[in-house]
């Protein structure tokens, strides 16, 4: 097991050392600055009115009176839009604000926008503002847009994609076969740092400066300069405190109302979302229902995949036909198999938009196809590990959509090594209240609880798919004998800011490293988003740390009469490997003036075609996890009290930061598998608060026990692979399998509620 805790004999700060968080103790002390503690003179406060209906024709907006209330500087409509009226991350399908004779898709999409002297002053402005709507009936059966009995709810209609994978013999039937039809609700990335936003206008409002909490600066800056009217260049972005992000704060929120309002007022302007704000903000997890079956033979294995999959997007697209695509590829999980036919759809509703979320489609598919496994162990009378095993993937292995499985895929040793994890001793009859299901409501009795084991394993894709053109810049210098390092790469908590001091650190024989602003002041970094980061600018800052290094190294070739080919950096040391001499480093680093910036891309990637075939996917990473739950049969109460996972991270870079990811992926997980959910009837959202909407606390967290397996990704420039999504996918069927061997209820749908249990 790696213990992180430990001394490591790599070099302090750099790769392969545990690095700490730069904000961690601000960040538990309450002295972090998010997003919603930025502040300017002279700052006016924004907010945005929003439809109270799922969906309506807006007949007319009079903001007469809203003008007239003291304070307010001004009130915005989709008429004072002076560039596109719409955005969005695939297909610019949403509007900034519903206009007059347009209709409204959710509950709480904008109407308008007002800036005043006061928080309460906006309120009030809000309240006067006055909208009729015509009500029209909400679309909310995703399956009715797929039969077509539902009336379209925008132009380009109801369906954003279909998705097809045929592949192999369609004919076979195996011996044995399993089938089921499984439900995930939705669920809330649920941040704990609210969306907010400051836009300080230029002089003479030439262009605005935003400072945001994001996941991509570049795509939002585009976004938000055609939505402006403005040139690019115009429009500048700078990193906010983030404080967490998992996927909703790809899309764009309150960006645009907040630089329209300093604009309109030539004053900087401040919008902070609330909690219930922030649930009609931004978007969710995609609710889906997947029906699956397996045929195999009487050895266990897999002869042939049948799947449906429906996702529901919401109103508008966001990332709705790429969260498809991932659910679709990801339908065989880790497993051997060559005969599949799955039907994907991802559909518009008048449900809340859903987007991206950690895990990313493959969470739904993953809780289908681990369910469906433990249906196959039980039909075969082989346990739940050995028919895993018996169908792992391997390297070299052909996936449904055709694509060669040419990353390192340690399948099999994942599954072995989670299995040879100690199991925890059975609860005791006198345990404490806080480890009996319950806690301290003294609501079960020790006797009364069944103990549960339960399996999930999956694999997941790395970095962008279908032909995206992905890459990341990042600008190393030396000035002045110091290292310096600039990046747009958001970040969110994954600890990206450590790792390239890490790298820097370790490329060039440096102990101190200069982070410049993460701002839009330098190339795309991409989105912090699908695993991406650790292999995309890591990749860009290790590859303009060694243009540097190159450089640094022709100088001292040149200036002391040396071989160039023989000179490389150790530790903190030049070494010429003639003569064995070094020269350290931080002696000739203030002899040089030396910028590079380079722009690093992965392998290309292909579209599926009309049979879903294609090289779609740049890597994939593998993990393994094992659940062990409590469950008070009568009550429906579960308590997860250990999580056993091994998990294939390539090479470890920073042994701290990898743990925290797994530990908080799992969570996430575990909150999906038994909590988490929105509820939404009718096209509203029913909890839309943190009273509601339930989130494990740390009395919900289990033991966890890792195993970290190091087989370096020959692909990656740094060897490693992302860490983030993996740990959430697995673990989510896991607890439920866990949960149905406790009570031996079938358990179809996440998360699983009380009374799913009991009733």
Avoid at 125 to 147: G, K
Avoid at 574 to 600: A, K, M, N
Avoid at 666 to 689: F, H, W, Y
Wanted: aromatic share 6%; charged share 20%.
């Amino acid at each position: 097991m790696t213990d992180v805790s430990s001394a490591t004999s790599t070099r302090f700060g750099a790769l392969g050392a545990n690095a700490h968080r730069p904000d961690g103790v601000a960040k538990v002390q309450g002295g972090f600055a998010f997003s919603s503690d930025m502040w300017a003179e002279n700052m006016l406060w924004g907010a945005t009115l929003r439809s109270p209906h799922p969906h309506a024709r807006i007949v007319s907006i009079d903001v007469s009176k809203a003008w007239k209330i003291s304070g307010v500087e001004t009130v915005i409509t989709a008429d004072d839009v002076p560039g596109e009226p719409n955005y969005g991350l695939i297909m610019q399908d949403q509007p900034v604000f519903a206009k007059v004779g347009d209709r409204v898709r959710y509950r709480g999409e904008p109407v308008a926008a007002v800036a005043a002297d006061h928080p309460e002053t906006c309120r009030r402005a809000l309240e006067a503002i006055e909208v009729v709507y015509e009500v029209l009936e909400p679309v909310v059966d995703p399956e009715r847009c797929i039969d077509g009995s539902a009336p379209s709810i925008h132009p380009e209609g109801n369906v954003f994609r279909r998705q097809r994978i045929v592949t192999g013999d369609q004919s076979i039937v195996g011996p044995i076969v399993v089938e089921g039809t499984y439900e995930i609700g939705m669920q809330d990335q649920a941040f704990l740092g609210l969306e907010a936003a400051l836009a300080v206008p230029d002089p003479g409002n030439a262009g605005v400066e935003l400072y945001i909490a994001t996941q991509w600066l570049h795509e939002d800056r585009k976004q938000i300069a055609a939505c402006l009217g403005l040139a690019e260049d115009k429009v500048r972005l700078v990193l906010g405190g983030v404080g967490g992000a998992f996927g909703a704060r790809e899309d764009i929120s309150l960006q645009v109302h907040t630089c329209l309002l300093a604009l309109r007022t030539g004053q900087p302007v401040r919008i902070a979302y609330n909690r219930e704000e922030s649930f009609y903000g931004h978007v969710h997890r995609h609710p889906a229902t997947i029906w699956m079956r397996h045929h195999a033979d009487h050895d266990g294995r897999i002869l042939r995949i049948e799947s449906r999959m429906v996702f529901d997007g919401g109103a508008y697209c966001s990332t709705s036909p790429a969260v498809l695509i991932n659910a679709i590829t990801h339908a065989q999980g880790p497993y051997k198999c060559d005969n599949a036919t799955v039907d994907g759809w991802a559909l518009r509703t008048n449900n809340p938009p859903c987007g991206a979320m950690r895990g990313f489609g493959v969470v739904q598919a993953c809780f289908a196809h681990e369910s469906q496994m433990d249906k196959l162990a039980a039909a075969t009378g082989l346990s739940p590990v050995e028919i895993r095993l018996r169908n792992a993937m391997e390297t070299g292995d052909r996936l449904i959509t055709g694509q060669v499985m040419d990353s390192v895929a340690p399948v099999a040793r994942c599954i072995a090594e989670t299995d040879a994890i100690p199991l925890p001793p059975p609860l005791p009859e006198d345990a404490n209240e806080l480890a009996v299901p319950g806690g301290t409501g003294l609501t079960a009795r020790p006797s009364n609880i069944r103990r549960g084991i339960g399996w999930g394993v999956s694999i997941k894709n790395l970095m962008y798919s279908e032909g995206f053109d992905d890459f990341s810049t990042a600008r190393c210098r030396i000035q002045n004998g110091s290292v310096s390092v600039k990046f747009a790469t958001a970040e969110v908590g994954q600890g990206f800011v450590m790792l390239a001091q890490q790298i820097a650190r370790t490329v060039l024989g440096v102990d101190e490293v200069l982070l410049d602003t993460i701002d839009t002041q330098v190339g795309s970094a991409g989105s912090t988003s699908a695993s991406r980061q650790t292999w995309m600018s890591g990749g860009a800052v290790d590859a303009a740390c060694r243009a540097v290094r190159d450089e640094l190294l022709d100088h001292v070739a040149s200036t002391r009469s040396l071989v160039r080919a023989e000179l490389e950096i150790d530790g903190i040391d030049i070494v010429d490997r003639l003569t064995g001499s070094r020269i350290p480093v931080s002696s000739v680093i203030g002899e040089v003036d030396i910028d590079r910036t380079v722009e690093y891309h992965h392998p290309p990637t292909e579209d599926l075609d009309e049979n879903g075939h294609g090289n779609c996917h740049v890597a994939f990473a593998f993990v393994a996890h094992r659940a062990v739950v409590d469950v008070d049969p009568d009550l429906g109460l579960v308590k997860v009290v250990q999580v056993a996972t091994a998990q294939d991270v390539g090479r470890v870079l920073n042994p701290l930061s990898v743990r925290g990811q797994v530990e908080g992926g799992i969570a996430q997980g575990l909150g999906l598998a038994v909590m988490e959910e929105i509820v939404v009837t009718d096209g509203k959202v029913r909890n839309p608060s943190f009273t509601d909407y339930l989130l494990p606390t740390f009395l919900d967290a289990p033991d966890v026990d890792m195993v970290l397996i190091e087989e370096r990704e020959p692909k990656s420039p740094l060897g490693a692979k992302g860490v983030g999504e993996p740990p959430c996918v697995s673990i989510t069927p896991a607890i439920a399998n866990a949960i149905r061997q406790a009570t031996g209820r079938e358990l179809p749908r996440v998360p699983v509620r009380p009374y799913d249990i009991c009733l």
